[in-house]
């Protein structure tokens, strides 16, 4: 269309200078003037197109070269983007590696803490009797055992000095590490009491623990650990051959049922007060007497067991305790400890173990 338009003004400018075309020389005078616009039509058409073509071209060229610029723009915008991108993967292989490095290090701790634990709960298994020197001492008895963690807070001891039979159940302040500690701590003491000073007096004997404890953890960073809750007993032949066993306890009972009347599990109550306790430096222990025929059985134990709450966090409680004592202390002692593992069990659910537990049953 726009070479048309050409054309056309190129024809009119060409009629209105004709007068200019007739004094050229005579060889142009024999072309007749169609042939003539012909000519020129062609010529304009020819310039017209070749300056466009140009135009068209170094238009083509400037979009190129702003093309290029942009793309070269862009290169530089991706190089750096590359480069802030090659930073950044450096820097994430080298967090990775220190991740890694750390996870190493804690998988190793952790190792090593394991280690630590098994030792020290094969240690513990070492200083509490054994289950043949429980045996030994008193044939039909068990021990229901289950820390939280590898160690534990509770222990039980047991000797025999001459006629007499010791045995204990202790459960100090903290679980796992500290626990532990007080435990050991606690065995010993109780252990040089009996068979090195000879207090054979339950009462007394809980009486040196408790002054023994608080001037060894006389500190205040010691006092959240410096609690003992035991339970002693001592236990010996009568001249009716029947047993004699003398209690004494200090947050902790003494559960029995008698062969006489073994529908009944009857309690004698320690004193209210912790054995260690910094701010109570004298308690009041007592002994308290129980004659036991042939056939019957006591129990002691630590608050782990009555403690453990169910999945709607309500405690099994003491009664709960007693009311499952007497329907299984007619059963053989294994048979005892397995039902009161799976009741237990049974109570627990799904919930995680809130406590030490340690039962311990002995029947005479």
Known sequence: MEIYKLLVMWRKWATAN???FLAWPAIYRIISPEVLYLLCALLGGGVTFSVGYFLRRHKRKEQLALQ?????????????????LSQSHDEVIAQRRFIQDQNN??????????????????????????????????????????????????????????????????????HDIPGAFMSLLGYALLDHLVKVKGLHNPAQTLTQLHQKMQQLLDHQDAREYSEIDIALCRIEKTAQQTNRVTFAGVQSSLFYVTAQCPATVQECQGTP?????????????????????????????????????????KKMGKLCLMNTLETLHLYDPFSQKLLLEQKFCEYQGATPQYDDVLVLGIRL
């Open 18 to 20: 004709l007068s200019m």
């Open 68 to 84: 290029q610029a942009h793309l070269q723009q862009l290169k530089q915008e991706i190089d750096s983007l590359q480069e802030v």
């Open 105 to 174: 290090a804690l998988r190793l701790y952790q190792h090593q803490q394991d280690q630590s634990l098994r030792v020290a709960q094969v240690i513990q298994q070492a200083i509490l009797p054994s289950s043949e020197h429980l045996a030994a001492a008193f044939p039909q008895s068990f021990v229901f055992f289950r820390p939280k963690k590898n160690i534990s807070g509770d222990f039980y001891w047991s000797c025999r000095v001459g006629q007499q039979s010791f045995i204990a159940v202790a459960d100090c302040a903290g």
């Open 273 to 313: 007060k912790h054995t260690g306790n910094l701010t109570n430096k004298n308690i009041c222990i007592a002994n308290q007497q129980v004659l036991l025929p042939q056939g019957s059985i006591f129990y002691l134990c630590s608050d782990g067991y009555m403690e453990q709450p169910n999945a709607q966090h």
